[in-house]
């Protein structure tokens, strides 16, 4: 084993969430290999606490619910777990973080540990009103200027990252996004496959409700296409859950959609389905369609990432629909349960996304991070045991 590392991951909550999971993911592997991991925790106050794996969590206590300001809770957390607890990196496990590591370069300056930013969702956003989508590609510049690592997704990613932020070639490292673990892929490729159903075909959607997955676009398409034998599953939980409910009952079908809530796996509703689809605007690179294709599912979704056309493959594994237009998700609904797929060649691109295999990756990145980070401090201290006493000095 390399020599350990001391890692920090902050997490805001043990709630549902594939940034989450993922980081989870990631700590169970490292510290199985012996490395000093700590989650700093923003809140415990999940209904899904039992589901959390065996790890190190910090906590600051509060006396009151932080949910509603959780990022800047997360800052002050954060900046008082590094006060008192030495850190080799810290690991931000997404996008949303990136705000929280931008606040300890403030607070902590050259005190502040490496920091490695693992980039998990789109960076071009054509959904931002002009104004803000300047001030957002004002921040992706600072970030490039502020991270010492940004960890992209895929190579189409890693282009994507280099034009918006303007980091050096050097900055930029490409990690498959680390989802599935070998005993998983196991397990979801013993599912076997059989002919859709020509009486009804089961679609089956995962994820947070929020407005970034686009469900009422989903939902409106469905209302076109679907037959009376065919059912919608969308799993997931979130805030856009009522305004889902709503909708289906405007467009009369209520009774062909289900809304399972929250599931501690997806993996039996796979098993069950006869085609995934995601109606998302934007993404990184979204797991739960490297989980369908791992299970053999054919996969409908909008082009809501750079990376979705390697998972799909021009058709080959799913079909691509451009993002926002009801029309052509709804034509994909009819022609995905008419497309035979390729369930060998989908379990195969799935499979590039195992847990074990970048957990080793992100290890060697963050150990020559690392050293250069030493090697950094002791030129520092070097050069300035040559530099004569500044005149308060002096006059001790």
Not at 289 to 309: F, K, N, Q, Y
């Amino acid at each position: 084993m390399k020599d350990k590392l001391r890692i920090l991951i902050p997490i805001h909550s043990l709630d549902p969430g594939g940034v989450e999971r993922v980081a989870l993911g990631l700590a169970m592997q490292w510290d199985r290999a012996g490395h000093d991991v700590t989650i700093v925790l923003g809140r415990s106050g999940s209904s899904h606490l039992t589901s959390a794996p065996p790890l190190d969590y910090w906590q600051l206590p509060s006396p009151f619910p932080t949910a509603s300001w959780e990022t800047p809770w997360m800052i002050h957390s954060l900046y008082n777990c590094l006060l008192e607890r030495r850190a080799d990196v810290l690991f931000l496990p997404g996008n949303t973080y990136a705000i929280v590591g931008a606040a300890m370069r403030v607070m902590l300056r050259e005190q502040s540990p490496p920091m490695v930013l693992k980039v998990s969702n789109a960076l071009h956003r054509p959904d931002m009103p002009a104004l803000l989508r300047q001030g957002y590609g004002t921040w992706l510049r600072a970030q490039g200027r502020m991270f010492d690592r940004l960890v992209a997704l895929s190579e189409p990613m890693a282009r994507e990252i280099r034009e918006t932020t303007q980091a050096s070639a050097r900055q930029v490292a490409v990690i498959a996004n680390p989802i599935l673990s070998r005993r998983r892929l196991t397990d979801l490729g013993r599912i076997e496959r059989k002919p859709t159903s020509v009486w009804g075909t089961r679609y089956l959607t995962a994820g947070r409700l929020v407005a970034q997955k686009n469900h009422a676009l989903m939902l409106r398409a469905f209302a076109r296409a679907a037959r009376p034998g065919d059912t919608l599953t969308i799993a997931g939980e979130g805030p856009e859950r009522a305004a889902i409910e709503r909708l289906s009952n405007e467009l009369g079908i209520a009774a062909q959609v289900r809304l399972p809530g929250h599931l501690a796996s997806v993996d039996p509703l796979l098993a069950e389905a006869d085609a995934f689809v995601l109606s998302s605007d934007y993404e990184g690179l979204p797991g739960v369609v490297v989980e369908a294709l791992a299970s053999g599912l054919p996969v409908l979704s909008t082009d809501c990432c750079v990376s979705m056309a390697c998972l799909l493959e021009s058709g080959r594994t799913g079909l691509l629909v451009p993002t926002g237009d009801e029309a052509a998700f709804a034509d994909g609904l009819a022609k995905i349960r008419e497309l035979p797929g390729d369930p060998a060649r989908a379990r195969t691109v799935a499979a590039r996304y195992e847990i074990e295999g970048a957990a080793h990756r992100y290890i060697d990145l963050m150990d020559r991070l690392r050293r250069e980070d030493e090697r950094s401090r002791q030129r520092l201290l070097d050069e300035s045991a040559w530099l004569p006493p500044s005149n308060w000095q002096r006059t001790f």
